[in-house]
C-alpha cells in the first residue's frame, strides 16, 4: 500500500470530526514510536520531516524508514509531510522524493526568521500549489507569524504579535488554493510558550472560529501545540536537567479549535521532552551502563506514550480503518477537474 495524501487524510478527519496530530522525526526511534503509537490506538498518522531533519538524518533514510513503516503497518494509513518548508526548492525536493504533502512556509522569507509580506508569501505558495497539485500532493501554508525563536521558526517576540488577520486568510486561500492552512492564533514553538498556566483567553480561539466559518473547507493547522506536561519537565530536571519553568498549550484549547476545523495539530516539543526525560534517567541511575539500547528503548517508549494519548486526545484513535489510501493518480484527477478544490468562491461561502 502507498502512502496516503495528507489531504484525504485531513478529508477524512473532518468527516469524522477529529483532528489529526503531525510529529516530527529525526530518526528511526522516534519513526517507531509513532507507528506503535498508532498501532496501539488504531489511529491514521502524520509523520513530518523538518529540514533540519531532513539534513540530520538525510532525507532519504528518513523516506525509507517511512516506507518500511507503511510495510510493516499496512493497516495504518501513514502520510509523509514537510514541516516549514522555507523556499520552493525544499517543497520541491521533498515532493520529488517521494512526500505526499508539503508545507510552505511563506510567511517568513527564506531565512526562516523574517516576516514576509502577503504578496511574496502568496507568490511563492502558489507556485508550490501549482507544482505540487499537478503531481496528487498535498499543501499547507501559513498566514500570520508564529513567535519564538529557539527552533529557528518563527519571527521573535510574543505568539500574540502576528496574529491572522481573517480577511488576509481568506484571501490568502482564494488566491493560493492550499489544502491545509497553518494560522497564528498565539502559539509558539518550543518549550517556552507561557510563564504562567495558561487560561482560556491565552489562546485566539475567536479568530480561529472566524477563520473557520469563513474557510470551511480548508484544513486548519496548529504549530506550536506541545502541551509542555509538567511531569515530563520534572523527570528532566530530577536527573539532572535544567528547564526553566513554562507551560504548553492546554489540550481541552486544541480540542476546541478541533471542534472549529483544526484537522493538523503539530506536536515535537512533549516527544523531545519525553526521550530527553528517559534518556536521563537511564543515565542518572545507571551510569554503568554504556549500550545505546540500554537508553534508546526507554526513550522510544516515552516518546510511544506522549504520542498514543495525544492520538487519544486528539480523537484520532480508532479511525485507521475507516478508508484506503486513494492512488495518488485519483489525487492528481481531483486537482485537475476541480473536484479538490477548497477555494472560498469555488465552495460557495
Ligand atoms: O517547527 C519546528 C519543529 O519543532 C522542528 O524543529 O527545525 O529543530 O527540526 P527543527
Ligand atoms: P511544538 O514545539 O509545540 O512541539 O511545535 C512543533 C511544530 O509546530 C512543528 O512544526
Ligand atoms: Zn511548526
Redesign the pocket.
Known sequence: MALVSMRQLLDEAAKGGYGVG?F?VNDMEQIQAIMEAAKETQSPVIV?A?RGARQFAQDRYLFHLTLAANELYPEIPIAMHQ??GNRFDTCKSAIELGFTSV?MDGSLKADGKTPASFEENVEVTRKVVDFAHERGVTVEGEIGV?GGVE?G?GAGGSGLDHITDPDQAVEFAERTGVDALAIAIG?????Y?FTKKPDGSVLKMDVLIAIHKRLPKTHLVM????S?PKDLQDIINQYGGKLKETW??PVEEIQLGIRNGVRKI???????LAITGAIRKVFAETPEKFDPRDYLKPAREAMQKVVALRMQQFGQAGHAQDYKPLPITAMIKGYADGTLDTRPSVVGV
Open positions: 503531525a516530527n513530518q523538518s514541516d516549514h508545507m508564529l527552533d521558526h502559539t509558539i514553538h518550543g518549550a510558550k504549530h506550536g501545540s506541545s509542555v504548553g498549550v503539530n506536536v515535537d516539543t512533549d516527544n523531545r
